[in-house]
């Protein structure tokens, strides 16, 4: 599994396992996203255990964790020699010193344990209660690419914190992209994405066009049925699941627009559960309008991952013809919407750099990023900077024509919003992939309270690879 950036992830990781409280942490992520290359990377300085749940019987689980805690067992049926989850927790417990070394437990691919029909969540409370007593920093780690599967509410007073792990952002998966110069990388990202297990198949020697017939249009190809493979598993009605995200691979959608991509479903209420599964898989992503009211109802969804976006736009519909020619496939139906399809994912790009790279030109990174949007607005990117500056930004990934205004129009926009009223100072940002037009380059020059953030900088590249 590749393992990239991940520095945030590993230091929150690394500080719960320094404490000396037992706790229960939770990891979450979709699949492939290097949940468990995260967790490896996080226990080699500790004391440490990662035992992966297989797919097998709750007496199977316990004599594997048995035998991986140093007691094994001559056979799974020998219920006289096969602990509980109570004494296997107790045996993990009790190799963190009292007041001394702690030792961490990784669970991986927890939800088994429910397929399995485990009762984990009483011992598990318990053994931690005790652990506390004693001054034993026992620390279990349940991974799990299903939120629901880790919702044990008895847990509540012993969780020492949730990390939900996101696709790998831009920069972070640069160095296994296609391309030469910084629009070839921001264009990749937005066909492959984030995802490890993604990004370990691609080529970068080959063009980004030849990448996604190999490993996407070819009938034999390794993603050519992602959807399956990623998700068909988990849920029991693919097809509405299918209809969802075919409805979200366009961008960012309100409700309506997803009750509509599910024509069988007649009262929106009926969409919710479906939509609701796809957040716990991780696959989808729920936002607020920054400026929208705390009860609000006014939320916006889009696929988590770049490419699982690009796969329902492009590659589902390549299934419903039998021996298409992946050339003519791409020529036809991918090559007139790439634009489209990178523009739609462009603003996740730029939130993305306000939150980790801002500091380069701006002096601070973002403490909140979003967007806005409104009857009378809609801002791409917007937030507060650590120095306390609230910003706009508009993103263009296709040229902006030369009449065009777009500093007077974001303006407008946030004369509609009351986000970031009364701060000090109020930036505005326009992103571009190409060129600034000359007469939007002097009035951006003639601004203080505006700057503009070209691919270059969206890479960190001045001139393709380092």
Same mark, same amino acid.
């Given at each position: 599994?590749?393992?990239?950036?991940?520095?945030?992830?590993?230091?929150?990781?690394?500080?719960?396992?320094?404490?000396?409280?037992?706790?229960?942490?939770?990891?979450?992520?979709?699949?492939?996203?290097? *949940?468990?290359?995260?967790?490896?990377?996080?226990?080699?300085?500790?004391?440490?255990?990662?035992?992966?749940?297989? @797919?097998?019987?709750?007496?199977?689980?316990?004599?594997?964790?048995?035998?991986?805690? %140093?007691?094994?067992?001559?056979?799974?049926?020998?219920?006289?020699?096969? *602990?509980?989850?109570?004494?296997?927790?107790?045996?993990?417990?009790?190799?963190?010193?009292?007041?001394?070394?702690?030792?961490?437990?990784?669970? !991986?691919?927890? $939800?088994?344990?429910?397929?399995?029909?485990?009762?984990?969540? =009483?011992?598990?409370?318990?053994?931690?209660?005790?652990?506390?007593?004693?001054?034993?920093?026992?620390?279990?780690?349940?991974?799990?690419?299903?939120?629901?599967?880790?919702?044990?509410?008895?847990?509540?007073?012993?969780?020492?914190?949730?990390?939900?792990?996101?696709?790998?952002?831009?920069?972070?998966?640069?160095?296994?992209?296609?391309?030469?110069?910084?629009?070839?990388?921001?264009?990749?990202?937005?066909?492959?994405?984030?995802?490890?297990?993604?990004? %370990?198949?691609?080529? @970068?020697?080959?063009?980004?066009?030849?990448?996604?017939?190999?490993?996407?249009?070819? @009938?034999?190809?390794?993603?050519?049925?992602?959807?399956?493979?990623?998700?068909?598993?988990?849920?029991?009605?693919?097809?509405?699941?299918?209809?969802?995200?075919?409805?979200?691979?366009?961008?960012?959608?309100?409700?309506? +627009?997803?009750?509509?991509?599910?024509?069988?479903?007649?009262?929106?209420?009926?969409?919710?559960?479906?939509?609701?599964?796809?957040?716990?898989?991780?696959?989808?992503?729920?936002?607020? =309008?920054?400026?929208?009211?705390?009860?609000?109802?006014?939320?916006?969804?889009?696929?988590? !991952? #770049?490419?699982?976006?690009?796969?329902?736009?492009?590659?589902?519909?390549?299934?419903?013809?039998?021996?298409?020619?992946?050339?003519?496939?791409?020529?036809?139906?991918?090559?007139?919407?790439?634009?489209?399809?990178?523009?739609?994912?462009?603003?996740?790009?730029?939130?993305? $750099?306000?939150?980790?790279?801002?500091?380069?030109?701006?002096?601070?990174?973002?403490?909140?990023?979003?967007?806005?949007?409104?009857?009378?607005?809609?801002?791409?990117?917007?937030?507060? &900077?650590?120095?306390?500056?609230? $910003?706009?930004?508009?993103?263009?990934?296709?040229?902006? #024509?030369?009449?065009?205004? #777009?500093?007077? !129009?974001?303006?407008?926009?946030?004369?509609?919003?009351?986000?970031?009223?009364?701060?000090?100072?109020?930036?505005?940002?326009?992103?571009?992939?190409? !060129?600034?037009?000359?007469?939007?380059?002097?009035?951006?020059?003639?601004?203080?309270? +505006?700057?503009?953030?070209?691919?270059?900088? &969206?890479?960190?590249?001045?001139?393709?690879? @380092?």
């Amino acid at each position: 599994m590749i393992f990239l950036g991940r520095t945030r992830e590993l230091g929150r990781l690394r500080a719960a396992f320094d404490r000396r409280d037992a706790s229960i942490l939770r990891v979450t992520g979709m699949r492939g996203v290097g *949940k468990s290359a995260l967790l490896r990377r996080a226990c080699a300085d500790f004391s440490s255990l990662v035992f992966r749940c297989a @797919p097998a019987s709750d007496q199977a689980q316990r004599a594997a964790l048995q035998a991986a805690l %140093g007691t094994p067992i001559a056979g799974v049926h020998d219920s006289s020699e096969l *602990k509980s989850w109570a004494a296997l927790l107790q045996d993990a417990a009790e190799m963190a010193e009292p007041g001394g070394r702690g030792f961490v437990l990784v669970v !991986d691919d927890a $939800y088994r344990l429910a397929h399995g029909r485990s009762r984990l969540e =009483s011992p598990l409370a318990a053994v931690v209660d005790r652990a506390r007593a004693e001054q034993r920093a026992l620390h279990v780690v349940l991974v799990s690419h299903d939120r629901a599967s880790l919702s044990f509410p008895k847990l509540g007073a012993f969780t020492g914190g949730d990390l939900h792990v996101e696709p790998l952002p831009f920069r972070s998966a640069i160095g296994l992209l296609p391309g030469s110069k910084p629009r070839d990388f921001i264009r990749s990202y937005a066909v492959f994405g984030g995802v490890p297990r993604t990004l %370990g198949l691609l080529d @970068p020697a080959l063009t980004l066009s030849t990448n996604i017939r190999n490993i996407m249009l070819e @009938p034999e190809a390794d993603l050519s049925a992602v959807g399956a493979d990623w998700l068909e598993r988990d849920v029991q009605n693919p097809t509405r699941y299918y209809a969802v995200l075919s409805a979200l691979s366009h961008g960012q959608a309100d409700w309506a +627009a997803v009750h509509a991509g599910v024509p069988d479903l007649t009262a929106s209420g009926q969409v919710a559960p479906y939509v609701q599964r796809l957040e716990d898989l991780g696959v989808v992503r729920v936002s607020r =309008s920054l400026d929208a009211a705390p009860r609000s109802r006014s939320r916006r969804y889009q696929v988590t !991952d #770049p490419f699982l976006a690009f796969w329902f736009r492009f590659g589902l519909p390549n299934l419903f013809v039998s021996g298409r020619d992946p050339s003519a496939h791409f020529k036809e139906a991918i090559r007139p919407l790439q634009d489209a399809h990178t523009a739609s994912i462009f603003p996740e790009v730029c939130r993305q $750099y306000m939150e980790h790279d801002a500091s380069e030109q701006l002096s601070s990174n973002a403490r909140e990023s979003g967007s806005l949007w409104g009857a009378d607005h809609q801002i791409d990117v917007a937030g507060i &900077l650590a120095s306390g500056a609230a $910003y706009y930004g508009s993103c263009h990934w296709t040229a902006i #024509p030369e009449s065009a205004n #777009p500093l007077a !129009d974001l303006d407008s926009s946030i004369r509609e919003t009351r986000y970031g009223f009364g701060r000090e100072a109020r930036l505005r940002i326009l992103f571009s992939a190409r !060129d600034l037009p000359r007469s939007v380059e002097r009035e951006v020059a003639r601004r203080a309270d +505006a700057s503009m953030v070209g691919a270059e900088a &969206l890479t960190g590249l001045d001139a393709g690879r @380092p």
